[in-house]
């Protein structure tokens, strides 16, 4: 009887939920808009912007409530799939897209899903393979969808633990690199999976190590190497696990040159997934690591100029394809100079974005080629 209840309840949310989606669309004010939320990626702290009621008429949860994780948890149980919420458009979240907005949503669920998944393999060794799979593959379509999100992804709130972040930027990251290198869709989905797994093997080095404030010893650089192979050893134990998804885990700190690590081996012997990964990792690291503190993290234009600067040691084209295409949305940040004044890019300099054109604060503009000694020291939020 109860299931039965439960069912009718279902279908009843279901019909109020298409009723409202056309009255919704229509509605906005000037500070707020609504938008649909698929119930899993919904997260706590979001208003909704209509009552959820029960087949009596009984109302569950009323318009304008703040939605918890229980009460997400509850929608989930009621087998809801999906709600109307309101998206404030303020400067603290302009986020007005709706594609942005489910793109961010994702993002926040996959951390949340990496963080346990993580956990998992602490306790047990094993990989819940369909839990990676299924995420990346959300991670890739709501990227694809949105378009360069990327510049977002580092205006997110500091984090204690950045290797569930880096996952899942590399993650949508490598994604992306792979649909503007023209990539089939599945895979693209393959390469989001590498990327979300490439740093597996961190999840059996000791919490310490991964945290250190300082720079590591060479000892310890070298325990940290050993994710590679950690990594390795994880997902080879996957069953029928595809050997591309192990060659990116195993082979994504491999440089053309031959100079990366564990093989040493040369363009030749890395797969082109590795490759792809390379560079979302080498851009991403600077960016994630010690986000909490956002003098010390390397800016956009660093991190890209990182990329230009190893352009021959990773994949010219994945590394071209995606630092010229990030070029193109780096303009108009605030920015902090190395020298302390604070002005606006006005010019990005492509092959070396962190000495691009800024107009400071008096009006004037300087252009930092000119100015080898200065450069653009990071993002001013
Ligand atoms: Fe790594
Ligand atoms: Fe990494």
């Given at each position: 009887m109860w299931k039965y209840s439960l069912i009718y309840l279902s279908f009843f949310l279901l019909l109020c939920n298409n009723c409202?989606?056309?009255?919704?669309?229509?509605?906005?004010?000037?500070?707020?808009?609504?938008?649909?939320?698929?119930?899993?990626?919904?997260?706590?702290?979001?208003?909704?912007?209509?009552?959820?009621?029960?087949?009596?008429?009984?109302?569950?949860?009323?318009?304008?409530?703040?939605?918890?994780?229980?009460?997400?948890?509850?929608?989930g149980n009621w087998q809801i799939p999906k709600v109307f919420v309101y998206a404030e458009v303020t400067a603290a979240n302009p986020i007005v897209d709706?594609?942005?907005?489910?793109?961010?949503?994702?993002?926040?669920?996959?951390?949340?899903?990496?963080?346990?998944?993580?956990?998992?393999?602490?306790?047990?060794?094993?990989?819940p393979l369909d839990t990676f799979t299924?995420?990346?593959?959300?991670?890739?379509?709501?990227?694809?969808?949105?378009?360069?999100?990327i510049d977002r992804l580092y205006n997110l709130p500091p984090c204690d633990d950045y290797t569930m972040y880096h996952s899942v930027n590399v993650s949508a990251i490598s994604a992306l690199i792979a649909t503007w290198l023209k990539f089939p869709p599945e895979q693209v989905n393959a390469i989001s999976l590498a990327g979300l797994l490439h740093d597996v093997g961190k999840s059996l080095l000791p919490p310490e190590l991964l945290h250190k404030p300082y720079k590591l010893s060479p000892e310890e650089y070298e325990q940290y190497r050993k994710h590679v192979s950690y990594g390795y050893e994880l997902v080879s134990k996957i069953p029928d696990?595809?050997?591309?998804?192990?060659?990116?885990?195993?082979?994504?700190?491999?440089?053309?040159?031959?100079?990366?690590?564990?093989?040493?081996?040369?363009?030749?012997?890395i797969h082109p997934y590795a490759k792809i990964i390379a560079v979302a990792d080498l851009y991403d690291e600077g960016l994630t690591i010690n986000r909490e503190n956002p003098q010390s993290m390397l800016s956009p234009y660093c991190s890209l100029q990182k990329l230009w600067d190893e352009v021959y040691r990773l994949d010219p084209k994945a590394c071209i394809t995606f630092a010229d295409t990030m070029a193109d949305f780096l303009s108009g940040n605030r920015v902090m100079l190395t020298d302390g004044?604070?002005?606006?890019?006005?010019?990005?300099?492509?092959?070396?974005?962190?000495?691009?054109?800024?107009?400071?604060?008096?009006?004037?503009?300087?252009?930092?080629?000119?100015?080898?000694?200065?450069?653009?020291?990071?993002?001013?939020?």
């Open positions: 409202i989606e056309v009255l919704m669309r229509e509605i906005t004010d000037e500070k707020r808009k609504i938008i649909e939320h698929r119930t899993d990626f919904l997260v706590p702290g979001m208003e909704l912007a209509h009552d959820i009621c029960s087949a009596d008429g009984k109302i569950l949860f009323a318009k304008n409530s703040i939605i918890s994780q229980h009460n997400i948890q509850k929608l709706p594609k942005i907005q489910k793109f961010l949503n994702t993002y926040n669920q996959s951390v949340l899903v990496v963080q346990k998944a993580f956990d998992d393999i602490r306790a047990t060794q094993k990989v299924a995420t990346a593959a959300d991670i890739a379509e709501s990227v694809t969808e949105a378009g360069n999100v696990i595809s050997q591309s998804i192990t060659a990116a885990v195993f082979q994504h700190h491999e440089r053309r040159d031959g100079s990366g690590y564990p093989g040493g081996i040369t363009d030749y012997y004044r604070e002005g606006r890019v006005v010019f990005i300099n492509k092959k070396k974005p962190s000495s691009s054109m800024v107009q400071l604060d008096d009006g004037s503009v300087v252009d930092l080629s000119e100015h080898p000694e200065v450069y653009i020291h990071y993002v001013v939020r």
